[in-house]
């Protein structure tokens, strides 16, 4: 081809206008907020020399502005294409704030909808960069529209490819459902912010005064409404993160997730683990400390860390394969079940079933939180959820309960009933109807009452319960689990477990979907 060619020349020109359009005063602008431009952001996600882009020179809609105008620039607000992270293909569409505050119009959205099939054709993970004012004000009903085709993308690729969002700055109105919508949500501290009904409708509405930060910033989605999985400090270390969590998991619903390089410098037989659970049952601990034991060295990859505390989720790697993690945390209301974490544990094990990553329970759970509030709110429905993905789960599913395993909560947490493919136990560990406490309170009500030393009585009969209902060798003989193990095996028993369900493989009934209590 002749460089001298107007064509040629023509090329050159667009490629230097679309440079020009990124220029230095709208980067000062987003760097004033703490924000990075679209452009920067993905080149920190992407391997380096592998991100290509797609549409770049498409430009707004024209046609059906009959209120305001729209700014004339190149890409309408959204780059969108596709690079390596990590060696692997990723598809990823970042909203630009710069150009009419990333606000979503109809090419826009036909932009994000393309992008969006072509990950789902090609089986590939895609990233949502999100820093958008909304829908474009201008353009009517066909920006909400060009939502309900995002919506509906994403809602077609649930369970097939893994979908992650991350607000990189506002996301307002009928925009956060995208998020929502996708299997995890990443957000930036004072930079990113969520909400149905923004500040100045509470106002006007409400008559309350309330600030971005505190109606939907990421610290309020990460502790008190669910919405946010993970925050960190600034976006630098946000999309660090997303890095090394792509790493965990799959390309898509047929893959295996990757296996990692194993350094064997955790050792398979830990005698700390002996250490970790108080002789008093009364007494908490940190079942992360089980966790970091008995995964690979560091390898623990905590979700939704901030919100309903008293369960933990998180990706590890056992032998350098990834598993999926619940514990019941001792340390935040005694590991109880509530609302909260029934519905954190059922979302998360659904995605790890749907996305082949076994999943390892850590089990000390004295029940559920009692109480007007819980029933008026819901729990049985909301701890249904945690008992149905449980039971719908495929893939391996391996329960070892440290300590208190009682009643309904027993059950729900991965039980052998409950199709738990292997149970162990370590000897700390108490399976029972009810708490000793409880059982000997209803069982010896009349004989405590009448009883010259009720408190040495009770504490006799707490002892026999303990010994003669409770014990884990009682549920082992009887077949209800299938080891009581040395509590210094336990990663060697579970690399051996997990082994041997590699090729675990259950027939699924024929149906549409099942009807989960939501």
Request: glycine letters at 8%; one cysteine or more.
């Amino acid at each position: 081809m002749d460089i001298n060619s107007k064509n040629f020349r023509s090329y050159l020109e667009r490629d230097e206008a679309l440079k020009q359009q990124y220029n230095s005063d709208r980067a000062n602008k987003q760097h004033s907020k703490g924000k990075l431009t679209a452009y920067e952001r993905i080149s920190l996600l992407y391997d380096e020399g592998t991100f290509e882009e797609i549409d770049a020179f498409v430009t707004p809609a024209d046609q059906g502005i009959e209120f305001g105008k729209v700014e004339k620039s190149f890409g309408d607000g959204v780059i969108v294409g596709h690079g390596k992270i990590d060696g692997r293909l990723v598809f990823v569409y970042a909203q630009d704030f710069t150009i009419m505050g990333g606000s979503l119009g109809t090419v826009h959205a036909r932009k994000i909808g393309k992008i969006q099939e072509m990950a789902l054709k090609m089986g590939a993970p895609i990233i949502a960069l999100i820093d958008s004012g909304g829908a474009r004000i201008q353009e009517g009903i066909a920006s909400l529209s060009g939502y309900a085709t995002i919506f509906s993308n994403i809602i077609q690729s649930s369970g097939i490819i893994p979908q992650i969002s991350v607000i990189m700055g506002p996301a307002a109105g009928g925009a956060v459902y995208s998020p929502a919508l996708t299997d995890w949500v990443f957000m930036t501290s004072h930079t990113s912010y969520m909400f149905v009904t923004g500040p100045n409708v509470v106002k006007e509405v409400l008559n309350e005064d309330v600030s971005s930060e505190e109606l939907g910033g990421a610290e309020i989605h990460a502790r008190k409404s669910g919405v946010a999985h993970m925050i960190y400090e600034d976006e630098e270390n946000t999309i660090i993160a997303l890095r090394k969590f792509l790493t965990y998991l799959p390309s898509n619903n047929v893959e295996n997730p990757p296996v990692t390089v194993y350094d064997n410098s955790t050792p398979d037989i830990n005698e700390k683990l002996r250490e970790i659970v108080p002789d008093d049952p009364n007494k908490a601990y940190d079942v992360r400390e089980v966790i970091n034991l008995v995964i690979d060295r560091n390898s623990f990859f905590e979700t939704s860390d901030l919100y309903a505390q008293n369960i933990i989720t998180g990706f590890a790697r056992l032998k350098g394969k990834t598993i999926g993690i619940v514990a019941n945390q001792p340390k935040v209301l005694a590991g109880v079940l509530d609302i909260d974490s029934s519905i954190k544990g059922a979302r998360f094990i659904r995605f790890c079933d749907a996305f082949n990553i076994p999943l390892l329970t850590f089990e000390d759970v004295p029940g559920f939180l009692p109480g007007m509030d819980q029933e008026h709110s819901g729990i049985i429905r909301n701890g249904a959820k945690l008992l149905f993905a449980y039971s719908e789960a495929t893939v391996p599913r391996i329960t070892v309960i440290l300590r208190k395993a009682y009643g309904g909560a027993y059950i729900v947490m991965n039980s052998k009933g409950l199709g738990g493919d292997f149970n162990f136990a370590w000897p700390s560990a108490e399976i029972a109807v009810m708490g000793p406490d409880g059982a000997v309170a209803i069982l010896y009500r009349r004989e405590l009452a009448e009883s010259p030393d009720p408190v040495a009585l009770k504490k006799e009969l707490v002892k026999t319960y303990r010994e003669k209902v409770a014990n884990p060798f009682i549920a082992d003989e009887k077949g209800y689990i299938d080891e009581v193990i040395d509590p210094a095996v336990t990663r060697k028993k579970l690399i051996s477990a997990f082994e041997a369900l590699n090729n675990k493989w259950v027939k699924v009934p024929s149906r549409k979907h099942a009807n989960m209590p939501l």
